[in-house]
Every structure is written in structure tokens, then in C-alpha cells.
């Protein structure tokens, strides 16, 4: 069903903003992330020169942000802890062998890892349960995903989907451990 009249930018944002933000944060789970894609949408709508040209506002606002949301996933790198590498005079070790070893000898690194283990902890306390355990028992524990699932009782996808909400929030809260590495 076409639209019966064009909307300006302000029309457009009343009517249909609190439900095409619902769609887009159903799409891709952190709310941040949401009010980028549809700060984007709107600056792409705001930035038409004939709105009135387009014969549905919102299958276009809509085709828009469903652009947006598949852009955005395309771009996001997932970095491996074990492509991270931290150099020694020993030769190469992967960033995760360095924050699970023992050794105390350098002392810029064990402070490093002193502040990575306690930010951590501290965002794996802000996850529910359910991501926090199923994060702590793969990553952690070497648990495989479908060995959770078979514990939980729950199908492998949902595990999968738990994991993957606990990773981009874990990402975004030691997001400044990352920058500090690199």
C-alpha cells in the first residue's frame, strides 16, 4: 500500500520512527548500534531532493534500514583473540597464551592482564545469566556449543544466539583494552 501523501522529515520521523527503530534493534541487538542505523536512515531520507517521488515512505524507510542493518554486518570484523600477537624476545605468543600465562617477571604486562581479567569479570557480571554461562563454558571451560545445548536442554541455535549477544557486548565493554593493544 502506497503512502497518500509525501512526508517531510518530521512526519516521517512521528510516524513511523518508534517502529522502524523496533525493527531495526530486533535486527541488531545492542540499542547503540539500532540508533546508528536509524540515524542513518533518516540522514539518507532527509537528504532526498524529491521525497515525494517515492511511492511508499515506509517500504522505502524500511528497504533502507534492512540495507543499513546488512552494511553493517558486512563491515564488523570479528577479531579472534588468537590473531591478536604479542611479541617477545621469546618470538611470537597469541594474545591469549600472554593473558593466561603465569608469568609476573613484566611487570607492564601482568598489570595489563590484572585489568583485563578484573574488566572481564566485571562485564560478564552485567550479562544475564544465560549468555554469561554459556559464554563462561565455551570460552572458558572449552565447552562446544552443542555441549551446552545438551545441558541447557535448549536447541543449539538459542545457544548460539546467547553466545553471539554475549561476544558484541563483551566486545563493546573491553573495546578500550583492545584500542590500548593495538
Not at 162 to 179: E, I, M, N, S, T
Request: cysteine-free; proline content about 2%.
Amino acid at each position: 500500500m502506497a503512502d497518500s501523501k509525501p512526508f517531510n522529515l518530521t512526519d516521517a520521523i512521528r510516524t513511523y520512527g518508534s517502529q522502524l527503530f523496533g525493527f531495526i534493534r530486533s535486527k541488531v541487538g545492542l540499542t547503540e548500534d539500532a540508533e546508528d542505523i536509524l540515524q542513518d536512515v533518516w540522514y539518507q531520507y532527509s537528504s532526498l531532493a524529491n521525497p515525494e517521488e517515492i511511492g511508499s515512505v515506509s517500504g522505502w524507510l524500511y528497504r533502507v534500514a534492512k540495507n543499513r542493518i546488512t552494511d553493517r554486518f558486512r563491515k564488523q570484523k570479528n577479531v579472534l583473540l588468537d590473531d591478536l600477537v604479542y611479541e617477545s624476545e621469546e618470538g611470537e605468543l597469541t594474545l591469549k597464551d600472554v593473558l593466561l600465562s603465569n608469568d609476573r617477571d613484566d611487570i607492564e604486562l601482568f598489570l595489563f592482564k590484572e585489568e583485563f581479567w578484573n574488566a572481564l569479570q566485571n562485564a560478564l557480571d552485567e550479562l544475564p545469566e544465560n549468555q554469561r554461562r554459556v559464554f563462561i563454558l565455551n570460552e572458558l571451560e572449552d565447552k562446544t556449543l552443542q555441549e551446552i545445548a545438551d545441558e541447557e536442554g535448549v536447541p543449539l541455535k538459542t545457544v548460539i544466539s546467547r553466545k553471539g549477544y554475549a561476544v558484541r557486548y563483551l566486545r563493546r565493554k573491553l573495546d578500550h583494552l583492545y584500542q590500548d593493544i593495538i
